[in-house]
């Protein structure tokens, strides 16, 4: 389906470009010298473009690569982000969750949105227990994830909390990480073995 995308959007910018240079030749059909410069550097645009377009995958692997999970070995490996913290997407009952990995959380730290987005509305949930962050003691409740999903490596039942202040970003802490045999860090990715 991708290759349908693909050619579909070549054709499109084939078409357009057609368009524009026949456009261009007609209006400046008195000065063909000046016309055929203006169409060379136009063309080399154009194809810059196509190119930008059909290496984007590849460029954006190289500035933002992304984690990479192998379920046959057990293996997940989390490249370090430009601000030095390790991410992992993971789905909790089923969402999205975005977390910063977190070897100074005891638990997996729900934010509130994430909380919402899992099916666990804050405003059913006992907030009984407390945690110590660097903006003070927040309340917190404690839950159990359904599942979570890393590719296709997948834990049931899982110990959390969600924290009842305003955390920006879901952490995964020490609860989750202790379900692997192994955690390096090398040539700045985190590497994830059970």
Known sequence: MKTNFDTANLVYLVVLGSAVMIWFFAANRNSLGKTMQHAAVWGLIFIGIIAAIGLWDDIRTTVAPRQSVSANLARIELPRAPNGHYYMAAEVNGAAIRFVVDTGASDIVLSRKDAIAAGLHPDDLNFTGQASTANGIVRTAPVRLEKIAVGDLIDTNVRAVVNSGELRE???????????????????????ER
Not at 171 to 186: V, W
């Open 170 to 192: 879901s952490l995964l802490g020490m609860g989750y990480l202790e379900r692997f045999t192994s955690i390096q860090i090398t040539d700045g990715t985190l590497v994830l």
